[in-house]
């Protein structure tokens, strides 16, 4: 379990919020502006908070009363970003393998032929990032995050580089990751129209938490997903 409780100051902005983040896809919807990413970028640890604490599973990562901050690197996050930020170089293997031989051996709960099918990846491990569509390439992304064994998956704006029916691909397979490896998934979405596939959303406005709920895919989004 994930829980947040903090306030930051961030310019002009304030981010407040008191949230428990369980196993499961959460999408952390709302417009822009309203501090989902400065939210997650708190998670990570790349950002500092001014004030609460963040902690998972009993673990604290950020503590202001008590000084308490885990640097990022520490945290055990997997983060997708907007843009796959694919090593150009290497293969979708090197990629995946990159983010798995940054843990020592002992602590690698994933492997990499599970990942590679999990995402659909098994046909593109010996191609190139240019040789690959958006969608792959964010596949290859997600891919690597889990590489990494992480205790939680960050996503921000996973879907916003692509089409309609590669967004919701996307979103479906950031649900599958959660169910599937019982992992705690946090993606920043501003879509609603990848919602339905979430096990959880949060809807965040102008810095504070507007709302939680538990959605259903319904046949119309199963509609929706196929076209």
Do not use: C
Not at 123 to 145: C, T
Not at 197 to 204: E, H, K, N
């Amino acid at each position: 379990m994930l829980d947040i409780a903090i306030r930051h100051q961030q310019g002009g902005f304030s981010l407040e919020a008191v949230l428990q983040i369980g196993e499961g896809l959460t999408a952390l919807f709302g417009p822009s502006g309203s501090g989902k990413t400065t939210l997650i970028n708190l998670v990570a640890g790349l950002v500092r908070p001014e004030q609460g604490q963040i902690r998972l599973s009993g673990e604290t990562w950020s503590d202001s009363d008590h000084g308490v901050f885990l640097p990022a690197h520490r945290r055990r996050i997997g983060y997708v970003f907007q843009e796959p930020r694919l090593f150009p170089h290497m293969t979708v293997r090197q990629n995946l393998a990159y983010g798995e031989r940054l843990l020592p051996r002992t602590e690698r709960r994933e492997s990499l032929p599970r990942i590679a099918d999990l995402l659909h990846l098994s046909p593109l491990l010996d191609r190139r990032p240019q040789h690959l569509s958006g969608g792959e390439k964010q596949r290859v992304s997600i891919a690597r995050a889990l590489a990494g064994s992480p205790s939680v998956i960050l996503a921000d704006e996973p879907t916003a580089a692509l089409d309609a029916k590669n967004g919701l691909a996307v979103m479906e397979l950031l649900a599958k990751v959660a169910q599937d490896t019982r992992r705690a998934v946090l993606a920043v979405t501003h879509d609603h129209r990848t919602l339905p596939y979430a096990d959880r959303i949060i809807t965040i406005d102008d810095g504070r938490i507007a709302g939680s709920e538990r959605p259903k895919l319904t046949e119309k989004a199963v509609e929706m997903a196929a076209h």
